[in-house]
Nanobody, 121 residues
Framework: QVQLVESGGGLVQAGGSLRLSCTAS????????MGWYRQAPGKQRELVAT???????NYADSVKDRFAISRDDAKNMVYLQMNSLKPEDTAVYSC???????????????WGKGTLVTVSS
């Protein structure tokens, strides 16, 4: 079965940096897209950044110029480099992948359990 596992969350001071990692494992034929979402207390889950198999990226306006998403296709991994962190960035960050797993022939969304990022003032 497919699993997504995140790592890299933790406590950081405002202005600091963290890098989140997500590894997809299982019998994966193709990953169409991977991304990061976050959910803060009392808020709905929102898109942070995505990257497609073609390398196209998309960022939430609130993180543009501060965060950068990247991937390593050979390792089925996606990263989120977070710089200039603000207290407002505090949330549970979840990894998402739209991928094809045998014996299916179409993409299905998978989610990791999330990793907590806490930014102190």
């Amino acid at each position: 079965q497919v699993q997504l596992v995140e790592s890299g969350g933790g406590l950081v001071q405002a202005g600091g940096s963290l890098r989140l990692s997500c590894t997809a494992s299982g019998r994966i034929f193709n990953i169409y897209a991977m991304g990061w979402y976050r959910q803060a207390p009392g808020k709905q889950r929102e898109l942070v950044a995505t990257i497609t198999s073609g390398g196209s990226t998309n960022y939430a306006d609130s993180v543009k110029d501060r965060f950068a998403i990247s991937r390593d296709d050979a390792k089925n991994m996606v990263y989120l480099q977070m710089n200039s962190l603000k207290p407002e960035d505090t949330a549970v960050y979840s990894c998402n992948a739209n991928l094809v797993t045998a014996p299916l022939y179409y993409g299905v969304d998978y989610w990791g359990k999330g990793t907590l990022v806490t930014v102190s003032s």
